[in-house]
């Protein structure tokens, strides 16, 4: 069994930066793609960002592309993201997933494991 546990959410000021991370656990995947998304209220979940197993392939959604940074540190089956500048319309709940693929995905449906999500808030 696959666990993720999510942290480094919290409430921010718009323009600040946040750091998540995603803890890995149990059977490794090390060497498939991880992926964050991201859920508003009201809203479905949506992708933000993913990296490949070597960390040397990314891809972002547009609304995070030039703010976001993906990467993955193997050796402690820890994921980050490394989000600048962020704006109101970052707020939801993030969630790491661990997808089914060594390829770079974005689609929900290709993701298999799920974390519980971290809070992350910006707000003056």
């Known amino acids: 069994q696959v666990q993720l546990v999510e942290s480094g959410g919290e409430l921010v000021q718009p323009g600040g930066s946040l750091r998540l991370s995603c803890a890995a656990s149990?059977?490794?995947?090390?060497?498939?793609?991880m992926g964050w998304f991201r859920q508003a209220p009201g809203k479905e979940r949506e992708f933000v960002a993913c990296?490949?197993?070597?960390?040397?392939?990314?891809n972002y959604a547009e609304s995070g592309k030039g703010r976001f940074t993906v990467s993955r540190d193997n050796a402690k089956n820890t994921m980050f993201l490394q989000m600048n500048s962020l704006k109101p319309e970052d707020t939801a709940v993030y969630y790491c997933?661990?997808?089914?693929?060594?390829?770079?995905?974005?689609?929900?449906?290709?993701?298999?494991?799920w974390g519980q999500g971290t809070q992350v808030t910006v707000s003056s």
């Open positions: 997933a661990g997808s089914r693929t060594t390829r770079l995905i974005a689609a929900t449906s290709e993701y298999a494991y």
């Open positions: 149990g059977r490794p995947f090390s060497t498939n793609t």
């Open positions: 990296v490949t197993w070597s960390g040397g392939s990314t």
